[in-house]
């Protein structure tokens, strides 16, 4: 049984904006910082957002203002929605779950306890 679940990876034009999903079984779900993580062809996979149980929300500086996470407790959902997206947001993009502090997001480093299997998302010009 998978924990957590992407959904919403797809091709796209320069411009369009695209949410995506993450899905995790509520075990994780009630005891997680959730976090986002991008990975572009041939780089490391980066975190670019995180947001704690009471959803408190954190980002890469180079993504404020056109990504914004959200979770939805009612249906243990993390998501990501990306504004005017363009061909450098190419990537493969995975959730991931930290469980150390049973909900709030570390001051430190997010270390991902559970990882989704990834979605990708491409844009073209």
């Known amino acids: 049984q998978e924990e957590l679940v992407e959904f919403g990876g797809a091709s796209v034009q320069s411009g369009e904006s695209l949410t995506l999903s993450c899905v995790a079984s509520?075990?994780?779900?009630?005891?997680?910082?959730m976090a986002w993580f991008i990975q572009p062809p041939g780089q490391e996979r980066e975190e670019i957002a995180a947001?704690?149980?009471?959803?408190?929300?954190t980002y890469a500086d180079h993504v404020k203002g056109r990504f914004t996470i959200s979770r939805d407790d009612a249906k243990n959902t993390l998501y990501l929605h990306i504004n005017s997206l363009h061909p450098g947001d190419t990537a493969v993009y995975y959730c991931a779950a930290d469980t150390r502090f049973a909900g709030p997001c570390s001051q430190a480093k997010f270390l991902a306890s559970y990882w989704g299997q990834g979605t990708r998302v491409t844009v073209s010009l």
């Open positions: 947001i704690a149980s009471d959803g408190a929300t």
């Open positions: 509520e075990y994780i779900y009630r005891r997680a910082c």
